[in-house]
């Protein structure tokens, strides 16, 4: 994942609300839409994309009243950063269990091009 791709995830709302909400008592989606106000449809995306880039975990598979298994889900992120210095965009996850990962590059590495000064 480069730094554009690992800022957006912290950049996009229901992201956010989803880790926010979900740092210390884990809940399913159908909670999380609930309270949040999140389409149960945008919940579902945003939790496998979380959960693709281990962001997020399942910890438990339950047993509804209809019958049906339901995911239930921790945070697995303690701290984000997006950094800018001397030319480089970085992003650093820092994991609860310690682990840490970083996504940086120079900006011509990501096809972006500084404007022109005149």
């Known amino acids: 994942m480069n730094p554009i791709e690992a800022s957006k995830i912290i950049a996009d709302e229901y992201a956010v609300k989803i880790l926010v909400a979900i740092y210390r008592r884990p809940k399913s989606a159908i909670k999380l839409s609930h309270d949040l106000g999140i389409p149960i449809a945008a919940c579902y995306r945003r939790i496998r994309m979380l959960e693709k880039r281990n962001l997020i975990l399942c910890v438990e598979?339950?047993?509804?009243?209809?019958?049906k298994r339901m995911s239930v889900y921790i945070s697995n992120l303690k701290n984000a950063y997006i950094f800018f210095e001397e030319g480089r965009l970085r992003v650093r996850f820092?994991?609860?269990?310690?682990q840490t990962e970083d996504f940086g590059g120079a900006l011509e590495?990501?096809?972006i091009q500084a404007p022109q000064l005149v």
Request: proline content about 0%.
């Open 61 to 67: 598979r339950v047993l509804t009243q209809k019958g």
């Open 94 to 98: 820092e994991m609860k269990s310690g």
């Open 109 to 111: 590495l990501l096809s």
